[in-house]
């Protein structure tokens, strides 16, 4: 794809516009959202990346909108997962129910900004080095195991990072949260409120999903702007997303499972591409392999929905299974 840097420019102001918005609702009346508040916002952020996808149907083609649209699916699945994290995060600090949307908006802008930085390295490495592909793949077919291995287990405990201890550390952090400011002034004092080691939290926690997420997407599309606009718009609805599916994930038992088949077919997907385009000394003479397979888009995309939706209904199904024996049992 040759996008205009007017592109480029446009697609950030628009998206920066969006932000700044959802800012000045947070911040204008911290609330809880409603079911159906977050469910409206759930389907306008959907519903745009549809939009957005089909502007790309019709301005470069179907290849490239099934990149896309394979992309973001895949992104938002991952962002559906971190939830789980999320959800643990807000329980270990007690976050108020009213303040936990700045919390989670402002997460997002981190994540944001740290996954621009990702993308754009993950990027120039590509054009460089074909072999990255290859790391990549093994990366996250590596990640699959170990997903799909804990995938039914319960992790209900959530552990602080080192860049959380070194803030509680060396920051003057008041035990009491004061509204949804980050600091405050006890006895004349400048202190840091728990919502700025919330916020860390939820940044650096985001950053550790990107580095299976990045590496995903890579796998799909190699175009940058569509790497960049597929995680934005995955991200954009997780605050909503959030607070609607919150009492559905511990449903979800089976998303793992899901998510570590998915990771496991771009893997496997990229080393594929790999050997394709493969220019390493040691494999094939430094050969490219004519005979590996090449998946086309429409099929990763079928795969990857398969799955998730396989995934989605097994779950649900345990799930009311498991509450009728439990409603039998307890009678």
């Known amino acids: 794809m040759n996008i205009p840097t007017w592109v480029w420019i446009a697609t950030m102001v628009g998206l920066a516009a969006l932000l700044l918005f959802d800012l000045a609702v947070v911040g204008r009346r911290p609330h809880e959202p409603s079911i159906r508040e977050s469910t409206l916002w759930v389907v306008f952020y959907v519903g745009l990346a549809a939009v957005f996808g089909m502007g790309i149907f019709a301005t470069a083609g179907p290849k490239y909108a099934g990149e896309f649209f394979a992309g973001w699916v895949t992104e938002y699945s991952l962002s559906v997962d971190n939830l789980f994290v999320f959800v643990l995060i807000m329980a270990n600090f007690a976050v108020p129910r009213i303040y936990q949307q700045k919390v989670l908006l402002v997460g997002i802008v981190i994540a944001l900004i740290m996954r621009g930085a990702f993308i754009a390295a993950g990027a120039a490495l590509i054009e460089k080095f074909v072999w990255v592909f290859y790391f990549f793949g093994l990366f996250l077919v590596f990640t699959a195991i170990k997903l799909a291995k804990g995938g039914e287990t319960d992790d209900d405990e959530f552990k602080e990072n080192i860049l959380i201890r070194w803030t509680r550390k060396v920051l003057p952090v008041t035990k009491e949260y004061h509204g949804a400011d980050l600091t405050t002034r006890i006895n004349g004092k400048k202190m840091f409120t728990p919502m700025l080691v919330v916020m860390i939290a939820i940044g650096t926690t985001d950053l550790i999903f990107a580095l299976d997420s990045i590496?995903?997407?890579?796998?799909?599309?190699?175009?940058?702007?569509?790497?960049?606009?597929?995680?934005?718009?995955?991200?954009?609805?997780?605050?909503?997303?959030?607070?609607?599916?919150?009492?559905?994930?511990?449903?979800?038992?089976?998303?793992?499972?899901?998510?570590?088949?998915?990771l496991g077919f771009i893997g496997v997907k990229l080393v594929m591409e790999a050997l394709a385009e493969n220019n390493l000394p040691f494999i094939n003479g430094g050969e490219k392999i004519g005979w590996v397979p090449h998946i086309p888009i429409w099929l990763s995309l079928t795969i990857i929905l398969g799955t998730l939706v396989v995934t989605t209904v097994l779950s649900l199904a345990k799930s009311s299974r498991d509450k009728k024996r439990d409603l039998r049992a307890a009678s």
């Not at 609607?244 to 449903?251: E, Q």
């Open 215 to 262: 590496p995903a997407i890579f796998g799909l599309t190699k175009e940058p702007y569509l790497v960049f606009t597929a995680n934005v718009f995955a991200l954009m609805g997780l605050r909503q997303l959030y607070f609607l599916i919150g009492g559905l994930l511990d449903r979800l038992i089976y998303l793992s499972i899901g998510l570590s088949v998915v």
